[in-house]
């Protein structure tokens, strides 16, 4: 019997791992989950810490997702071909590195598009090919990206067999370096399609082709964003592993602040957490754009529109509509299907906010362990100014934001670990104004933003897209 995911909705019929992969979105507009967790004992957690310890991240992240996926054959080769030096330029590929003794940094930005993307997309690519293989079909994946997704996409799908990328991005809101990174790609089945618009209108169209049952099945579509279960599963991993190596470092307490926009990264460290991993709290960082922060900190939840978007130094979080918020909330409401459906699917269309304060499940969050706070740009400066000066480390706007609430919401004994998301060279400009000099580097992306490019500029319009894809 295959494991099973339901939709937050409860609309879609049950299904396998497989199949979720190449379907994404629920039919019926919800989010995949798995119908339960399954459950990491004390024990558990040793043997996991062992395997880590001696046989390396791969090994870690093949047991974990064994948890999970029970319908790919191949699933522990896939997984050690991936976690490895070829794709990961450090060979524990996810290390906890220390800033003090309370406050750690956990590097996850070492794969081929220098961000945390590529932790959960280097496999996605091999998922996808894989099953594709399997079953004679081809996708067409369609995304949306706010700088990162997107390159991290495209690297891991670029030449793969009977795989199609169709990424929308915001129109001139991502930094020249990310702007370089997707545009010169030149590999026929990568189409870059700029939006005029923001993420939240690039991620709105990938949901409206999504809702278009037909048009998804007669053109095959599939996502990479955060929506598809497959990306959430893969960033679990990454928390079972920071967890274990605080617990080796000594620590006791240990929390994680994580930079959240669409709610990706810190799902998955809830999902660690539900699944038995004991981390004190999560503390959920977002930069100007709070919609996350402050409906963590008061039950109210509303959306914001473009206009109100704020561009701001931390671009790759400015987002305003949260997708994977939907699974929590899921969670929070014990499965409560048709509510889910009736706050996301009816009220956050028809008003664009919902209240849970007054609910009686809004105390569980805080035993899930959900603090928030938000950053400035003149924080993220002062935070990478301090890493710099104090700890000879430099950090990226995003980090920047995990390591401003960190420090400003860190409890006595309690140790922290901050999501380390990018590589400080992909925001320029940020590092340039905070500390006066270029961030380091790579070789191999020497001179990219001199490349020639490829992209295609369209209006926010759905019929647009839909005839791009059509006419490919
Ligand atoms: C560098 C970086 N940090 C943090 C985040 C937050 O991740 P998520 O939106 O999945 O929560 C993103 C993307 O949003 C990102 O690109
Ligand atoms: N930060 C992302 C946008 C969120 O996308 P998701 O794929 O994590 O849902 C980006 O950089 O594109």
Known sequence: MSAQYVSTRGLAPARSFS???????????????PQEYPQLTAADLDRLGGILREEGYAALASQVLALFIDDVPELDALVRDTYTTDNFADPAIAPVTWLSPELGLAELSHGP???????????????????????????????????????????????????EVFMLSPHGRMTQFQQAQMFSLMEENIHNIAVEGVFDDCQDLVKAVSADLDFKRRHRIGTVNSINWARMVAQVVYYVATWLQARDAGADRISVAVPTGNFGNICAAHVARRMGVPFERLLLATNENNVLAEFFETGHYRI??????????????DISKA?????????????????????????????????????????????????????????????IQWAWSEHDRMIDPHTADAITVARRLQLPGETIVAMETAQPVKFGETIREALDRDPVRPAAYEGIEELPRRVQVIDNDLAKLTALIENR
């Open 304 to 317: 914001r529109s473009g206009a109100e978007t704020h561009q701001t130094s931390s671009p790759s979080m």
């Open 113 to 163: 598009t220098l961000a945390f993307k590529d932790m959960a997309m280097q496999l996605l690519g091999a998922f996808f090919e894989d099953a594709l293989s399997r079953r004679g079909e081809t996708l067409t994946i369609l995304g949306a990206t706010s700088g990162d997704t997107g390159s991290a996409a495209e690297y891991a799908m670029r030449g793969r067999a009977g795989i």
């Open 323 to 383: 997708s994977n918020l939907e699974r929590y909330v899921a969670d929070l409401l014990d499965r409560d299907t048709e509510r889910v459906a009736d706050l996301f699917g009816r009220q956050l269309r028809e008003t664009g906010e919902f209240d849970l304060s007054a609910d009686s499940a809004w105390a569980r969050v805080r035993e899930d362990g959900f603090v928030a706070g938000s950053s400035s740009h003149a924080d993220r400066l002062a935070a």
């Open 19 to 33: 199949e979720i992969l190449l379907e994404g979105l629920a039919p019926d507009g919800g989010l995949y989950l």
